[in-house]
């Protein structure tokens, strides 16, 4: 499709209509297997001289529209869906390191990023070194030559600081490391393929589904990183893999265009761990892409009013989003989200964490759950939830202050919004 509006493409990208049957909503193709035309071909396909479906862990048609459809939204050329968002961040890591590696990520994560980096990695011999991203060259102090990639979040909370994904990937750049962008918070608004990330993970769990009724991942390959002209950096990608006749992934995948990097995930770890996501999944998170473009633009006006209602309320000392960051915070929030700041709004009770809970018991429209990217309006209190495990200096450091409410905004109309927010404000002290 010649086009690169979002909106068009979330409805037109990866599929006609099915060849079998002229269907025009993509069928959920629930089968295991894929029957093979020949000896020949079923030899082909498994040899990689062929690309086609074999078996539903590894491929599966509504997913690869699935794949296709994320991988043009974002200018990608190829991508990778998964069982959630969790096995995303891992592959991309896996992918390019093992034992005695190590990858730079930003210190601004979701906290299951961050147990699977500083313990499940860590445990599998792969050092995650976290560095503070308002200092982009933080990245190069903490680089060796065992460094093999960047993570960061585009729009992390509770924070809600913006990721400087430009400088952070030329720094990268410069030494042959890739970086890797969850872009989870911000589908649409930031492309980071357009300022020099080379892969973008997602959980398809939160905007990109919509409406909270299924879990799911996906890795994206922008195809505009030179693994070749990295060689020493990139040792998985640059040396024979004996788990596949030894092939050797930057040379092996050249005649199927710039996708060695996803097209190993999809064959050794995907093929081995077998984190695939269901067919159904895939339908489902589909159906909500449909109108993510619709969606973004409705959380991020609410959240804009939301902000601007919060700011005058007695009982809140702070609005955090980006729209109210100061300095190099505010001009980023500019220059990397000019199509909308986002759904999700902090703010800091006066009251501290017995205002938080009060102010959560009270709300009685918003959900109170451990999601973001809803339709419906939720929030959470993390210094007695998600952050609870956390002493009270990392709880500071992390901005999970002890009276930090997260808001993550919905489409309902906003005068039911504000009024919810209103009420259950009276209820602080
Ligand atoms: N990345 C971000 C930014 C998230 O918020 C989450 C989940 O909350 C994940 C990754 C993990 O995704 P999943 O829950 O689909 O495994």
């Known amino acids: 499709m010649s086009t690169t509006h979002p909106e068009t493409l979330a409805l037109h990208a990866g599929w006609r209509a099915d060849p079998a049957t002229t269907a025009v909503a993509v069928p959920i ?54 069982a959630s968002g969790q096995t995303a961040s891992a592959f991309a890591v896996q992918n390019l390191a093992r034992t005695g590696d190590n990858i730079v990520s930003s210190t601004d994560l979701y906290g299951g990023t961050w147990n699977l980096f500083a313990n499940a990695l860590k445990d599998q011999g792969i050092e995650v070194r976290f560095v503070d991203p308002q200092d982009p060259e933080a990245f190069a102090r903490a680089t060796d030559d065992r460094t093999r990639a960047y993570y960061a979040e585009t729009l992390p909370n509770p924070k ?55 879990i799911g991942g996906m890795v994206v390959d922008s195809g505009n990183f030179d693994w070749e002209a990295h060689a020493e950096r990139q040792p998985l990608l640059n040396t024979p893999d004996p788990s596949y006749h030894g092939a050797v992934w930057s040379q092996a995948v050249k005649p199927l265009g710039p996708i060695a990097y996803i097209l190993k995930m999809r064959v050794t770890l995907l093929r081995d761990l077998g984190a695939a996501i269901s067919p159904f999944n895939s339908f489902l998170i589909l159906q909500g892409i449909e109108t993510l473009a619709l969606r973004m633009r409705a959380h991020c006006e609410n959240a804009s009013a ?124």
């Open 29 to 82: 193709y629930q089968t295991t297997s894929f029957l093979f035309e020949s000896p020949e071909h079923a030899a082909d396909l498994f040899g990689l001289r062929a690309l086609g479906n074999i078996y539903t862990r590894i491929m599966n048609p509504t997913t690869d529209v699935l794949e296709k459809r994320v991988a043009a939204i974002e200018g990608g050329v190829a991508a990778l869906a998964v």
């Open 160 to 214: 809600l600081r913006v990721f400087p994904i430009a400088e952070v990937a030329a720094i990268g750049r410069r030494f042959g490391i890739p970086l890797i962008m969850d872009n989870t918070a911000a589908p649409l608004l930031v492309r980071p393929f357009d300022h020099g990330a080379a892969i973008i993970v997602y959980s398809l769990t939160k905007y990109l589904g919509g409406h909270g009724t299924s």
């Open 306 to 429: 939301v902000v601007e209602f919060l700011k005058n309320q007695p009982q809140v000392s702070q609005v955090i989003h980006p729209s109210t960051a100061t300095g190099a915070d505010f001009e980023r929030a500019l220059k990397y989200l000019p199509r909308g700041m986002g759904g999700m709004v902090g703010m800091e009770l006066k009251g501290g964490a017995e205002a938080g809970r009060s102010f959560i018991k009270a709300l009685k429209m918003f959900y109170h759950v451990a999601n973001i990217g809803d339709t419906r309006s939720l929030a959470i209190h993390p210094a007695t939830t998600t952050h609870s495990q956390l002493d009270e200096a990392e709880q500071i450091a992390t901005g999970a202050t002890p009276g930090y409410v997260r808001l993550c905004i919905g489409i309902e109309h906003i005068d039911d919004i504000v009024a919810d927010l209103a009420q259950a404000l009276a209820a602080v002290e």
